[in-house]
Nanobody
Framework: QVRLVESGGGLVPSGGSLRLSCAAS????????MGWHRQAPGKERELVAD??????NYADSVKGRFSISRDNAENTVYLQMNSLKPEDTTVYYC??????????????WGQGTQVTVSS
């Protein structure tokens, strides 16, 4: 059973920085991607950034401010968030995409971590 444990959320002033971490444990047969999504109340969950074995992908709203990285040995993904804005305030969720032994996509989500940016 795969488990995702997130940490690093909190309260920061506008312009501040936070670093989110997501550690994956358990059996992962074939890693595809790992990343962060966020969901504001009443809105759909949206991609913030993700990372594969060969590339990274960012939402337009965070390009130049956020940076995603991965420690392969520790199965951990990090999201460095700089120049935070009040509109970045919401719950951030870690997501792991993989495939199982028969090639079927498997998605795991973390429990979410709150990021609050004060104006």
């Amino acid at each position: 059973q795969v488990r995702l444990v997130e940490s690093g959320g909190g309260l920061v002033p506008s312009g501040g920085s936070l670093r989110l971490s997501c550690a994956a444990s358990g059996s992962i047969f074939n890693f595809v991607a790992m990343g962060w999504h966020r969901q504001a109340p009443g809105k759909e969950r949206e991609l913030v950034a993700d990372i594969t074995t060969s590339s990274t992908n960012y939402a337009d709203s965070v390009k130049g401010r956020f940076s995603i990285s991965r420690d392969n040995a520790e199965n951990t993904v990090y999201l460095q968030m700089n120049s935070l804005k009040p509109e970045d305030t919401t719950v951030y969720y870690c997501r792991l995409d993989s495939t199982n032994v028969v090639g079927i996509q498997v998605i795991h989500w973390g429990q979410g971590t709150q990021v609050t940016v004060s104006s």
